[in-house]
T-cell receptor, first 113, second 113 residues
Framework: QQQVKQSPQSLIVQKGGISIINCAYE??????FPWYQQFPGKGPALLIA?????SEKKEGRFTISFNKSAKQFSLHIMDSQPGDSATYFC????????????FGKGTKLSVKP | NAGVMQNPRHLVRRRGQEARLRCSPM?????VYWYRQLPEEGLKFMVY????????ESGMPKERFSAEFPKEGPSILRIQQVVRGDSAAYFC???????????FGSGTRLTVV
């Protein structure tokens, strides 16, 4: 119930293409769904986050789509660039917690020039 | 405004030794979270602290691990009698108030030989 399942494990996209990473969760009490970007040797950096009362949130080239009934959410990176090559983690948190997040296992994205 | 500072960046310990990981939160932040990242895995929550208090240690192993966040000075994650399985990247995050929107440091990579 506490798991967040992320796919794919790795993804190769051509420059200018769309990168799509998917996550699924079980616990319907989750109410916060962020995406983090991590470069090698660095800590995760918050990219974009969504609450379950909206179905989509867009910030620049990054969009979260959220499907509450299916308990799934996804990250779309439009016009992918080589600089987007990193590991992306989805996560989930719920109001009963003190602030700790449950993370997916990550997706390693490579954008080919 | 410096970010979350973690030191050392890399730490090598022999089996049975103690490891001390330090985390200085961002200025004005009094909430600290510790996460552990095993190779090819997502981050796993360990402990959440406020100044002089442990709020949630539900992710901490029952033995050998302890954490503190004193009134003055950095937060410390202490691992006694390290074993090979403790080899991981340990990340600290901080926030101004109890919140999911926290900032991660660059981590300490612990290697047990």
């Amino acid at each position: 119930q506490q798991q967040v399942k992320q796919s794919p494990q790795s993804l190769i996209v051509q420059k200018g293409g769309i990168s799509i990473i998917n996550c699924a969760y079980e616990n319907t009490a989750f109410d916060y769904f962020p995406w983090y970007q991590q470069f090698p040797g660095k800590g995760p950096a918050l990219l974009i986050a969504i609450r379950p009362d909206v179905s989509e949130k867009k910030e620049g080239r990054f969009t979260i789509s959220f499907n509450k009934s299916a308990k799934q959410f996804s990250l779309h990176i439009m016009d992918s660039q080589p600089g987007d090559s990193a590991t992306y983690f989805c996560a989930a948190g719920y109001g009963g917690s003190q602030g700790n997040l449950i993370f997916g296992k990550g997706t390693k994205l490579s954008v080919k020039p | 405004n410096a970010g979350v500072m973690q030191n050392p960046r890399h730490l090598v310990r022999r089996r049975g030794q103690e490891a001390r990981l330090r985390c200085s939160p961002m200025k004005g932040h009094s909430h600290v979270y510790w996460y552990r990242q095993l190779p090819e895995e997502g981050l796993k929550f360990m402990v959440y602290l406020q100044k002089e208090n442990i709020i949630d240690e539900s992710g901490m192993p029952k033995e050998r691990f302890s954490a503190e966040f004193p009134k003055e000075g950095p937060s410390i994650l202490r691992i006694q009698q390290v074993v090979r399985g403790d080899s991981a990247a340990y990340f600290c995050a901080s926030s101004r108030e109890r919140s999911y929107g926290y900032t991660f440091g660059s981590g300490t990579r612990l290697t047990v030989v």
